[in-house]
């Protein structure tokens, strides 16, 4: 991963540079080993035994199947190879989730990250006043669980309860073609303070002397901020769309609150609501094979957009 | 830059005054520069005061709705006061089922609040650690642990459900607790903040003073840390106090639930049971108490360390 090399640049003049130090200990023995290990074992035993061993072992259960001997036999787990991940492959249900899902992002993280460079800039810009409030007010609904949004956008979608029935006794927002989007929104105004204040911080470091020599050009604000302002936080830009993709295919509390509001949302609505309902049944082999096919596509996607949005910077 | 000072358009919008000289040498522009501030002006302050409603009036909402009673719930405006029964509510909310609420309170300050402490000290210490030290196999760990911020907690929930299962572990606080204290992008944020904020010159003087490695870190370092360490904090609490699927998939107990499991499950009952929604709205609106003011009062160092995520 690049990044590794890319972020050693701000610590800056380094002496006696970290370049030549690998060479020179790999040959001479490493200094504070027991300090080292000292500092690395805590997390790496934790990391070890609540990342790495979870995997494996859904790998591990994903492989196995159920045998009954005749229809009242006992269960045993035989080894049965790829047969679920055939069956997830051919579960119609999952990849409807799965589509859920994409559609959702692809519609949901645009918007919201749009909202949110948008709101940063303006913030950046001397056009507004009262910042720090505006800075705070946008941030509160992150500290609002998922579970809470969601609670409290039922109601205020709810056709009789909501203090806007005269747009919600017109409009189900609970409908089965808008329940997405209606969750959506709790997702949207959950995060879009969040991802406002990474791009604003990101905004604030740019050193002011970069805007004089613009601004003697004659340049507008929009100018600055459309040439300037918004090359510069690319990166902010990257991070925040890599953390929504994730959150995007792990969807779980907003719809699954929902089931409570509509019966809209069907027990399977995302993939981990898929997982869940399937290891309920109880399949935990199937609902195994289906946890490492969405951790591993996570995985490839959000890291085929790192990959994908660096080379097209660098290009 | 050279055609934008041919661009008409330029609304020259330039806020400070000692560039504004040099950057209107035409008569015309100077004459519309300032109603063309003002119109920008208000468009900017129209959409932040738009945002502010449509980001903190279903707060109030909520707040409006704790105050009310059963009956003032279905028949009142939802965004203006009834009879202000706050106290009532909250007295009936502590009350029911044995005081079940305060102790899933208690649950998630213990979940988020310890989890969030410890996890933050384990991945200081490691991300301080490949900052800061030279060892073979340095960027495999450090590409491990990156790995780790790409694959969510979320997908684990199930596969961390059968390791406790193997374990007879399940529906244990330790079933949730553990695992939470694992926060890879923690890691991530302390190795770049490390790197960039204690210099190698200050370990090596503390060195030659006979400190020891450990101790340089729990104090010296510690120290330059801090605003990465209350980021760090301050986020694994939030994503611990919200997280939903692992304590869903794990816990059948409810004296185990944190608040969010527990009001997930009492919304899940309003149409049986009617009187339990005046708890769901009283409990929603104290839950995210705590978190507010968290927020509020660190806002001075997670501010600054929020941007450092995204350092290339």
């Known amino acids: ?180 989007w209606s969750i959506a929104n709790v997702v949207t105004w959950v995060y879009v303070g969040y991802n406002m204040l990474i791009i604003y911080s990101s905004l604030l470091s740019i050193p002011a002397e970069i805007y004089e020599a613009a601004k003697l050009d004659g340049a507008s604000q929009l100018q600055i901020a459309l040439r300037i302002k918004i090359p510069l936080v690319v990166p902010a830009i990257v991070l925040t769309a890599i953390f929504s993709i994730i959150g995007t295919l792990q969807l779980i509390a907003e719809p699954q609150v929902f089931r409570s509001f509509t019966a809209s949302v069907s027990s399977s609505f995302t993939p981990n609501m898929a997982v869940y309902a399937t290891s309920a049944v109880p399949n935990v082999n199937l609902a195994a094979a289906m946890s490492v096919v969405l951790a591993l596509a996570t995985f490839v996607m959000s890291f085929a957009f790192l990959k994908f949005t660096q080379r097209k910077a660098n290009a | 830059m050279s055609a934008v000072t041919s661009t008409p358009a330029a609304e020259a919008t330039a806020a400070s005054g000692a560039a504004a000289p040099a950057s209107t040498p035409s008569s015309p522009r100077r004459g519309r520069a300032p109603r063309e501030r003002v119109m920008s002006r208000t468009a900017a302050m129209i959409v932040m005061l738009v945002s502010t409603v449509y980001f903190l009036l279903p707060v109030w909402w909520l707040f409006t709705s704790a105050t009310k009673s059963r009956e003032d719930f279905g028949s009142s405006n939802g965004l203006v006061f009834a009879d202000f029964d706050l106290v009532t509510n909250l007295g009936n909310l502590f009350t029911y089922n044995d005081g079940i609420y305060l102790r899933w309170m208690l649950n998630s300050v213990l979940y988020a609040g310890a989890g969030a402490l410890v996890g933050t000290l384990i991945s200081a210490m490691c991300g301080y650690a490949l900052a800061k030290y030279v060892f073979p196999g340095r960027e495999v760990v450090f590409n491990v642990v990156l790995g780790g911020v790409l694959v969510p907690a979320t997908a684990l929930a199930l596969p961390l459900f059968l390791i406790f299962s193997q374990v007879g572990a399940t529906n244990t606080f330790w079933s949730v607790f553990l695992p939470s204290l694992v926060n890879p992008f923690g890691v991530y944020l302390a190795r770049i903040y490390a790197t960039a904020s204690v210099p190698d010159e200050l370990l090596e003087a503390a060195r030659l003073d006979g400190a020891s490695e450990v101790r340089t870190f729990f104090t010296v370092a510690r120290k330059l840390m801090t605003p990465a360490l209350v980021t760090i904090f301050l986020f694994q609490f939030v994503a611990i106090w919200n997280n939903f699927f692992l304590p869903l998939i794990m816990l059948r107990d409810e004296s185990l639930f944190p608040v969010t499991l527990g009001l997930y499950t009492w919304n899940s009952q309003v149409n049986q049971i009617p009187e339990i929604r005046t708890y769901v709205i009283v409990g929603a609106f104290v839950s995210i108490i705590p978190l507010i003011i968290a927020f509020l009062s660190l806002q001075r160092f997670w501010q600054s360390g929020l941007g450092n995520g995204s350092l290339k």
């Open chain 1, 1 to 180: 991963m690049t990044t590794t090399e890319l972020t050693a640049v701000p610590a800056g003049p380094a002496p006696a540079g970290p370049a030549s130090a690998p060479a020179r200990v790999r040959r001479a023995v490493v200094k504070h080993k027991r300090a080292i290990l000292f500092f690395l074992l805590p997390f790496g035993v934790l990391f070890a035994l609540f990342y790495l061993l979870p995997i494996g072992y859904a790998i591990y259960q994903s492989l196995l199947v159920v045998e009954r001997d005749g229809t009242f036999g006992p269960p045993v787990e035989v080894f049965g190879g790829l047969t679920q991940y055939v069956q997830v492959f051919q579960n119609e249900t999952f990849w409807a989730s799965v589509g859920r899902v994409l559609l959702f992002g692809v519609v949901q993280v645009p918007v919201m990250l749009g909202v949110a460079l948008v709101l940063a800039l303006l913030l950046d810009s001397p056009l507004v006043k009262g910042k720090k409030f505006f800075r705070l007010a946008f941030f509160v609904p992150y500290a609002v669980p998922g579970v809470i949004a969601a609670i409290m956008w039922g109601y205020l979608y709810s056709p009789n309860l909501s203090p806007f029935t005269a747009l919600t006794s017109n409009v189900d927002f609970l409908s089965p073609q808008f329940v997405l």
